[in-house]
């Protein structure tokens, strides 16, 4: 698919159920529809996966690191190429994170200060400077669909001045993120806000205020699943999506498990990303509509059934004899499967819940699905 | 496509250009279009490939190693969850090799004695035991379409007494895998034979003989490929090949690159099997219509063009700069996408072999290819 320059980006919400919404987003690159999973593709690779597999999955749309690419193979580089999409033959729409995630995670001797924040890269150790200005210059040059703001992902815990501080700190940047890209983005590409404040409900809300007068195509809630727990995850999430746009698109970012999902789409969120599918795929991890199973496991040594009966992924009518025979020769094939498996597992999870969601009866699936991952988590299978 | 009872296993000598010859097996599970070049399944999976994909690049046959497969997941284990190509997603003709070779090159503590081998596990240091009739027994429990008998692989350099007890112990191995086969072979099923005699002409001579005498659906040439050097190897080949039955086919075994091949088919070889294609694959190598290219050359960071705009593989589609970023990152996509172009080659170039012989142009064909592959090699690409 060409990018279709007469289209703009634009969120239409379709149905409500309860707080829970069905929505889709118009961008010049095809529709998304919400609520979305987004499979990650670090280093302009969704692992393991082909680009047309990650599609027939049924993923709209794709999540790509802006810290890993402008390391590696740079964005100037990706840009002379042609941008992302043809860099790495995804004709969708790609969503990138603006790297104030990974500097944190990843990389050493970080200083922030009000102007941006000094990294040591990870791969060579040699010193990069990211400014809110900077960030936004290298998802332009990637060409990406959507863009985040730079912000600083409060650490967890955060006593309340420390992530009111990090917030205001966010906040400023949020502002010039949106300066910034008034100078630079193509037209239909759209920036989402990212809204910190730990979990202090008072700092939420005024993150999200700050936010919505500076004016952002979506709200992103930052600094979760970074340790606090799902109910103070949900409560922050519940807190925070009550006082965000009706009409802007909600991405909770980084999150999560098949009960996280459903969760935070019960409280009004359209969008998510998370490396659970892909990684848990490389460790012997299967999500099933059956629940969680760990391929390594010796009971599946001589086991004919198909991975999961219930999904219509190719990968998943392998056996689970077969696919545990590859993971303990560590063959390439079972990484492959699973990962594709697990991806195609999320995003079946997201259209049940978008159906489910339009027929009005979405706490109902909520409710089966984490029926059967209970009983699969009350098994060995971690 | 399901086991086709009815068909027997049958090679048609359809055409010849000078020694290379164009053939057809018919097999039960379809026909396999000679010369062949068969990808290598060791573990019951082509490395970092789907089945479907091995499928779609043209190959008929592909091989399975019986001495990986009997230490994992175990002969009789497969045979319980339906044999081997059900477990591997694999419908079309199989070849299980014997595990002769394997025994040799990776496990340890070797006894070889006339009743068979005995050998520690390269996994677990188990002890096993293999004989012809075991050798043949596993085959058969796999399910193979083609099996082939047990053989001592004669190290090389071997004197000609060292050469010829060798081949005499796997002569009397061949006759006694013959009478195991006869016991326990589905119809349809065929059973090579495969000559020894390290590189002495009439050792080779006599080798071929006690196997014609004995009688096989096919003939393999093994003990090559082993330090020999190209030009003792198809020497060996030539001599061995011309006293081989015109009615069988010929099957070279562990063979070679692109160049091998041709040399190899001008002397009457009609089958192949190498791990080169995927083992390149996942150390950036490419084999192409251009020649050998190593993807890790910082050349390639910046080269937009296609890796193989003469092929028709799709991975052979993807940018030089992709799959060069691809491998610098270790991600898995690099050796995926290149174990595909890779085994396309092969498949394309062995489809062009047989199309040449067709026209009666081979030796053309040949030297076309073979001059491509010595301008590559002339550069810095290994």
New interface residues.
């Given amino acids: 698919m060409q990018r279709d320059v007469t289209k703009q980006f634009a969120f239409t919400l379709k149905a409500r159920d309860s707080s829970a919404r069905l929505g889709e987003i118009a961008t010049p690159r095809g529709a998304i529809r919400t609520p979305a999973f987004m499979p990650v593709g670090t280093?302009?690779?969704v692992?393991?996966?082909?680009p047309e597999t990650v599609r027939a999955t049924g993923a709209d749309i794709i999540l790509a690191n802006t810290y890993h690419l402008m390391l590696?193979?740079g964005a100037e580089?990706i840009a002379?190429?042609?941008g992302l999409h043809r860099?790495?033959?995804w004709d969708g729409p790609i969503l990138t994170d603006s790297g104030g995630y990974q500097v944190m995670s990843l990389s050493k001797l970080r200083r922030i200060e009000e102007h941006g924040v000094t990294f040591q890269s990870h791969i060579d150790g040699a010193t990069h400077l990211l400014t809110p200005e900077r960030a936004i210059e290298v998802q332009c040059l990637l060409g990406a669909d959507i863009r985040m703001v730079l912000d600083e992902c409060t650490p967890f815990p955060a006593t309340r001045d420390e992530a009111k501080s990090s917030m205001e700190l966010s906040m400023r940047w949020a502002e010039r993120s949106k300066e910034a890209s008034q100078g630079m983005a193509v037209p239909g590409q759209a920036l989402f806000g990212i809204v910190q404040g730990s979990i202090y409900p008072d700092l939420r809300g005024k993150s999200a205020e700050a936010l919505k007068s500076i004016g952002f195509d979506g709200y992103a809630i930052g600094g979760l699943a970074v340790g606090e727990g799902q109910e103070a995850m949900l409560d922050t999430v519940a807190v925070t999506a009550s006082v965000l746009p009706e009409d802007r698109p909600r991405y909770l970012m980084g999150v999560g498990t098949p009960q996280d999902l459903l969760e935070a789409i019960a409280r009004g969120i359209d969008m998510f990303d998370c490396v659970m599918p892909t990684r848990s795929g490389r460790h012997c991890q299967a999500f099933t509509w059956g629940g969680k199973l760990n391929l390594r496991n010796a009971r599946y040594?001589?086991d004919?059934s198909p991975l999961d009966a219930e999904s219509a992924c190719p990968a998943a009518q392998?056996?689970r004899?077969?696919l545990?025979?590859?993971m303990?020769?560590g063959?390439?094939?079972g990484?492959?499967l699973l990962s594709w498996a697990n991806v195609q597992f999320y995003q079946e999870l997201m259209a049940g819940a978008r159906e489910a969601i339009a027929r009005g009866n979405f706490a109902a699936y909520a409710e089966d699905v984490s029926r059967r991952y209970r009983a699969s988590n009350g098994g060995e299978e971690e």
């Fill in positions: 280093a302009a690779t692992k393991a996966m082909l590696r193979p580089r002379r190429l042609g860099f790495m033959g040594a001589d004919p392998y056996s004899a077969y545990h025979h590859l303990k020769c063959e390439t094939l990484p492959m």
